[in-house]
T-cell receptor
Framework: GENVEQHPSTLSVQEGDSAVIKCTYS??????FPWYKQELGKGPQLIID?????GEKKDQRIAVTLNKTAKHFSLHITETQPEDSAVYFCAASRRGSWGKLQFGAGTQVVVTP | NAGVTQTPKFQVLKTGQSMTLQCAQDMNHNSMYWYRQDPGMGLRLIYYSASEGTTDKGEVPNGYNVSRLNKREFSLRLESAAPSQTSVYFC?????????????FGSGTRLTVV
């Protein structure tokens, strides 16, 4: 089955700097890669996703890149703000899997003013 | 617009007790899922329901059962709770069928088994 590894497990950045989280996946048939943000005491919330026919996607200060050859995808957050502090999860799924997502272990991001 | 509603939010059980976690979505989604979240392990799939009337096992189904009561509701039952089932449980829903889409998650149930 699919295995998703996520690094780093914790990330501390100064406000205004960029943050990058990287995930690798094992199943070459995976074609959908969402990212979730989880604030303390809440459920994960979808923040951006990318499909395998696209190499990069941006939404304001966040972007995701996908390298299918190397089987890795990354989340980039620019101009970080204190409200970006949260746990971020990557995930992957393949077509025909009834939407089942395999999640990475998560990255705790701390943005210090 | 409620999204995905989970009840209860918190629960403490004694070993051997049973309970049912409730989940309902109002987005007319076809697929629903139950995950558990443990520190350092991300989210692991317990059971899922691809559509009304169907259920299937995920990665960690032992000790759990599910019921897809109708298109809106998907419940998770612990028949005989064990301390290893102490976790935060999340229900999620998705439009997914032929094409996969992101999930909408509930706010979670924090379960402690003593």
């Amino acid at each position: 089955g699919e295995n998703v590894e996520q690094h780093p497990s914790t990330l501390s950045v100064q406000e205004g700097d960029s943050a990058v989280i990287k995930c690798t996946y094992s199943d070459s048939a995976s074609n959908y890669f969402p990212w979730y943000k989880q604030e303390l005491g809440k459920g994960p919330q979808l923040i951006i996703d990318i499909r395998s026919n696209v190499g990069e996607k941006k939404d304001q200060r966040i972007a995701v890149t996908l390298n299918k050859t190397a089987k890795h995808f990354s989340l980039h957050i620019t101009e970080t703000q204190p409200e970006d502090s949260a746990v971020y999860f990557c995930a992957a799924s393949r077509r025909g899997s009834w939407g089942k997502l395999q999640f990475g272990a998560g990255t705790q991001v701390v943005v210090t003013p | 617009n409620a999204g995905v509603t989970q009840t209860p939010k918190f629960q403490v059980l004694k070993t051997g007790q049973s309970m049912t976690l409730q989940c309902a979505q109002d987005m007319n989604h076809n697929s629903m899922y139950w995950y558990r979240q443990d520190p350092g392990m991300g989210l692991r799939l317990i059971y899922y329901s691809a559509s009304e009337g169907t259920t299937d096992k995920g990665e960690v189904p032992n000790g759990y059962n599910v019921s897809r009561l109708n298109k809106r509701e998907f419940s998770l039952r612990l028949e005989s709770a064990a301390p290893s089932q102490t976790s935060v449980y999340f229900c999620a829903s998705s439009e997914a069928q032929g094409t996969n889409y992101g999930y909408t998650f509930g706010s979670g149930t924090r379960l402690t088994v003593v």
